[in-house]
């Protein structure tokens, strides 16, 4: 037997105390449950992504300064621009402490940059 939501019409499976449609209790005397709904920080947040983001960032950032003090490279100063690529990805995050390491990873890519033009224009 199935069950008929007698709200909105909606035909629900037979083990459904709620519809699925709208959440009518669809037997007599049940009060509906209250939805959790989580908040952005309760979210677990992965700390092997965070690490990851911060090599990347690094790497991204640094790679010119370093190329251009070891080989006298130049060229690379134009490449660290991609070291704004994970924290301008990460600022945008709903969660609070992944916008924070958003902010600490664009402040570092803004010091690998600037080191790496440094040493292009020097
Ligand atoms: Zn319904």
Not at 29 to 35: A, D, E, H, I, L
Not at 57 to 66: A, E, K, M, P, V
Not at 94 to 109: E, F, N, V
Request: a positive charge; proline letters at 4%.
């Amino acid at each position: 037997m199935t069950r008929q939501c007698e709200k909105c019409g909606f035909v629900n499976q037979d083990d459904y105390d709620f519809c699925a449609k709208c959440g009518n209790p669809l037997i007599e005397g049940v009060q509906p449950k209250n939805f959790v709904v989580l908040k952005p920080e309760d979210y677990k947040i992965n700390t092997k992504a965070i690490i990851i983001s911060y090599i990347v960032t690094i790497f991204l950032s640094w790679s010119g300064f370093i190329i251009g003090l070891l080989f006298k490279n130049n060229r690379m100063a134009a490449v660290t621009f991609f070291g704004f690529f994970m924290p301008f990805y990460l600022v945008q995050s709903r969660h609070p402490t992944i916008r924070k390491h958003g902010i600490i990873q664009l402040i570092i890519s803004l010091i690998g940059i600037s080191l790496s033009f440094y040493v292009m224009l020097h």
